[in-house]
């Protein structure tokens, strides 16, 4: 609730000041660093901004990333940190919370959680089949695939 108040506070209840989301997390100061040179990513290092908002959103996005579970931004969390680590995961997580409340704030609607299991819903089934299966046969496991019989909902 506090980070709700946070975000109007900081941002206003009309999102026609900002042309779209990329507009409004650059504000706030929490779009990625994008410094290159000669092909080579050096940094991702975000810039300072508004101190108020991007400090409700971390906050934010650590709650959201610990305490909830089979939730959209726990499964951005866990995806971001296995790679990238805990603050640049959390970074993810409160730019996700921003652009969620600018569309929501912009259009008026409810927030929609796309759910836990989101990122794999996304990907193709065939492929991660293969990946999973190869991974087990390198830990020295014989797998065997047989397809579970519809569920009657």
């Not at 293969?130 to 496991?141: F, I, K, M, P, T």
């Given at each position: ?21 990329r507009h409004a997390a650059s504000w706030a100061a ?117 397809p579970m019989a519809e569920v009657a909902r």
């Amino acid at each position: 609730m506090r980070t709700a108040e946070v975000i109007l506070a900081e941002l206003g209840p009309d999102m026609k000041l900002f042309p779209d989301h990329r507009h409004a997390a650059s504000w706030a100061a929490l779009c990625p660093g994008n410094e290159e040179s000669a092909g080579k990513r050096k940094t991702g290092k975000t810039r300072n901004g508004d101190s108020w908002l991007r400090t409700a959103l971390i906050e934010a996005a650590n709650s959201a990333a610990g305490r909830t579970r089979d939730t959209y931004l726990n499964a951005q969390y866990t995806r971001v940190k296995r790679r990238r680590g805990h603050s640049k995961a959390i970074v993810a997580v409160a730019h996700s919370i921003l652009v969620s409340a600018y569309y929501i704030l912009r259009d008026g609607r409810p927030y929609e959680d796309l759910g836990g299991d989101y990122f794999l819903r996304r990907e193709n089934t065939q492929h991660l089949e293969r990946h999973l299966v190869s991974q087990l046969e390198r830990l020295g496991q014989r797998v065997t695939l047989q397809p579970m019989a519809e569920v009657a909902r």
